[in-house]
């Protein structure tokens, strides 16, 4: 993975976004409202009460918290062990998850787009004006908060998109292998945890190599392309905020993902309806 102090929109599009390589912006998030770090106590205050959803090391949801809950259970010295993952989604789909939509609309004058993505020309979703991603409900748009120690799995993102990484507090490892170490990394559908191999099922897990192994800091941003396999955990408390999309730069690869079923993910459902394109 490249890491940059800058970046253009033009070089990101014709170095990153078309041939989906990674890039690592440091210090990408300092024209912000309120520049990182931002203070998790200070937001465990503010949406104290707020109803939210905790998960594993994957994306398998577990139980419900409060936002002032989780903060006072799982941050700071109460962190033992690996802690749940908050992650707290803008709607996704019509099931009745405690959504982050209104805790985003109150933050929106406070974080902004990387001034480096395109504002226009998305396939998913597919809007009829320049995307505002603080106000936007996007594929998997969440706020990301876990204490020390949490974890992400290795995994690749779904509807063949592009995810960008906002590290807003704290620092966060981020782990990142080619799709060219598929082989190696899955086994079926099952994808290598690198926390506890089973040396059985992924023998040549070792001839991967990882492109990049570093920490993101507070005010960081990654380009993480679809088809990459990556992994993180939390090297202190944690906020991060997130988003997938797909680019006109890829509709054919978005289409081909469509004509192989992925038309029936409820996700890809809402957000190809005027319902999720607002």
């Known amino acids: 993975m490249t890491a940059v102090t800058g970046l253009g929109q033009d070089q990101f599009v014709d170095d990153y976004l078309v041939p989906g390589r990674p890039v690592l912006v440091r210090g990408g998030l300092s024209g912000w409202g309120v520049r990182p770090p931002w203070d998790l106590a200070a937001l465990a205050a503010r949406f104290a009460d707020h109803r939210v959803p905790l998960y594993d090391t994957l994306f398998w949801l577990q139980r419900f918290s409060t936002f002032g809950g989780y903060v006072a259970a799982h941050t700071g010295d109460r962190v033992r062990g690996v802690p749940p993952y908050l992650r707290w989604f803008a709607r996704q789909n019509p099931r009745r998850l405690p959504w982050a939509d209104a805790a985003f609309a109150e933050l929106s004058r406070e974080w902004s787009m990387p001034a480096w993505l395109p504002r226009e020309d998305y396939v998913f979703p597919r809007l009829d004006r320049p ?10 748009k969440g706020l990301f908060v876990c204490g020390r ?3 992400t799995r290795l995994h690749v993102d779904p509807w063949a998109s592009d995810a960008c990484l906002c590290q807003v507090t704290g620092m966060k490892r981020l782990v990142m292998y080619s799709p060219q170490d598929r082989e190696l ?17 992924f023998p040549r897990w070792r001839e991967a190599v990882p492109v990049f192994d570093e920490l993101l800091e507070a005010g960081d941003v990654a380009f993480i392309p679809a088809g990459w396999f990556h992994a993180a955990v939390a090297e202190s408390d944690s906020l991060s905020i997130t988003w997938n999309f797909v680019h006109a730069s890829h509709e054919r690869r978005f289409a081909h993902f469509l004509e192989a ?17 607002r």
Do not use: I
């Open 131 to 140: 995307m505002d991603v603080t106000l936007d409900s996007l594929p998997a």
């Open 149 to 151: 120690g949490g974890r």
């Open 185 to 201: 990394l899955t086994a079926g559908t099952d994808v290598l945890d690198l926390d506890r191999v089973d040396e059985e099922r």
């Open 261 to 277: 079923g992925g038309r029936e993910d409820e996700t890809v459902r809402y957000f190809l309806t005027p319902q999720g394109r």
